[in-house]
């Protein structure tokens, strides 16, 4: 009996000074919070095997439902990578600011990493969303969604990268007098096109 009471005190004291720590550490910011998803570098190797393949990629652009379709460049294509890029250096670098959210999905057998940012006005990113494979913990997409506001036009963006297949980026702008959007779709998987 006197081996439980011990042991039962010792847990409440481990619980009650674990919570007094955390108390006294509201203030500080947070530290590396390193179980958040490798987005940085999953986005990376996708990106230089890709280039290392050199893949066919086509581009199909259209401007208020006006569509083109090309073979898209090496130089092209790392050019529009870097919009990805550049929206998860900045989360990277600034996690803390994040909240993550874990979702098992057993109709699609995945889980969903989701990212929010804990103030509104601390990130320009509305949130970052990375779905995984349930069984091979593989990334099937990554999307991302942000508004920009300047000069009086608001500019919502869903940036979209599709594992070994391609990328969507769309971006609505709200002008004055009228609203423009423009797709761009990169496929490198030809089977795996959809219509814009």
């Not at 481990?14 to 550490?25: R, T």
């Not at 259209?62 to 990578?81: C, P």
């Amino acid at each position: 009996m006197i081996k439980w009471t011990k042991l039962v005190l010792f847990f409440c004291l481990g619980f009650f000074g674990c919570k007094q720590k955390a108390g006294n550490q509201s203030n500080q910011l947070p530290g590396d919070t390193a179980h958040y998803y490798p987005v940085k570098f999953y986005l990376e190797e996708q990106i230089r095997e890709n280039d290392l393949r050199n893949m066919p990629r086509t581009i199909r652009y259209s401007l208020n439902d006006k569509k083109s379709e090309s073979l898209l460049t090496r130089d092209s294509f790392l050019f529009f990578s870097r919009s990805f890029l550049e929206l998860i250096e900045s989360f990277s670098q600034n996690k803390y600011r994040f909240s993550e959210i874990v979702m098992h999905d057993l109709s699609t057998q995945s889980y969903t990493f989701s990212y929010r940012p804990l103030q509104s006005n601390s990130s320009d990113i509305d949130y970052i969303d990375v779905l995984l494979n349930e069984k091979n913990q593989l990334v099937k997409r990554i999307d991302i969604r942000r508004s920009r506001q300047s000069k009086g036009e608001i500019t919502n963006e869903h940036l979209s990268w599709r594992t070994d297949k391609g990328f969507l980026i769309t971006r609505t702008t709200e002008l004055k007098d009228s609203n423009q959007t423009e797709v761009i779709d990169v496929s490198w998987e030809p089977n795996n096109r959809q219509p814009l």
